[in-house]
T-cell receptor, first 113, second 111 residues
Framework: EPEVTQTPSHQVTQMGQEVILRCVPI?????FYWYRQILGQKVEFLVSFYNNEISEKSEIFDDQFSVERPDGSNFTLKIRSTKLEDSAMYFC???????????FGNGTRLTVT | QKEVEQDPGPLSVPEGAIVSLNCTYS??????FMWYRQYSRKGPELLMYTYSSGNKEDGRFTAQVDKSSKYISLFIRDSQPSDSATYLC???????????FGQGTRLTINP
């Protein structure tokens, strides 16, 4: 069964450094998403991406965050200058159509020290 | 009032029991309702997906949506130890991109 894959599984970085989290969505999907889950808290929406542009973003997704689909398969989340509070699990997801179910990857655990 | 509320548990039941998991919500615009299962250090795995009100059954799992009460449920019949996980409800409005998740209920099935 096709799946969403994310790399790396765990990323440790120092405060102020840039990180790029990578995702390969399911190949025929059109909508791509990033969510995050701080330890012990809810899964929270960050951003959705369709037709090579951001279609919706949350208040969490400020100027420090950006997304890109650099080629036909990868979808990346960049955090420009990481803060301690960015430490969380980051999940990539994709879906075939708007409002169709999302399929999630296993996440990247980001630890900012 | 939180947009989606879900009792975090933990909930512990014996093997073979029927499990009932629930969420309430406040946004009447929600039309799409999902249940995800999340094992420790893994991503959410889609279990059930329903549109608007009604019931949907898939094997041992039944999802119910009552839009008039803004209440959704997931029932697990003949529960197994492998069902031990955190169960997340999630929902979205028509045309909206984002899913809004509940807190998740941590479930343990005891052999």
């Amino acid at each position: 069964e096709p799946e969403v894959t994310q790399t790396p599984s765990h990323q440790v970085t120092q405060m102020g450094q840039e990180v790029i989290l990578r995702c390969v969505p399911i190949s025929n999907h059109l909508y791509f998403y990033w969510y995050r889950q701080i330890l012990g808290q809810k899964v929270e929406f960050l951003v959705s991406f369709y037709n090579n542009e951001i279609s919706e973003k949350s208040e969490i997704f400020d100027d420090q965050f950006s997304v890109e689909r650099p080629d036909g398969s990868n979808f990346t989340l960049k955090i420009r200058s990481t803060k301690l509070e960015d430490s969380a699990m980051y999940f990539c997801a994709s879906s075939g159509l708007n409002n169709s179910p999302l399929h999630f990857g296993n996440g990247t655990r980001l630890t900012v020290t | 009032q939180k947009e989606v509320e879900q009792d975090p548990g933990p909930l512990s039941v014996p093997e073979g029991a029927i499990v009932s998991l629930n969420c309430t919500y406040s946004n009447s615009a929600f039309q799409y309702f999902m249940w995800y299962r999340q094992y420790s250090r893994k991503g959410p795995e889609l279990l059930m997906y329903t549109y608007s009100s009604g019931n949907k059954e898939d094997g041992r799992f039944t999802a119910q949506v009552d839009k008039s009460s803004k209440y959704i449920s997931l029932f697990i019949r003949d529960s197994q130890p492998s069902d031990s996980a955190t169960y997340l409800c999630a929902m979205s409005a028509q045309g909206a991109q984002k899913l809004v998740f509940g807190q998740g209920t941590r479930l343990t099935i005891n052999p």
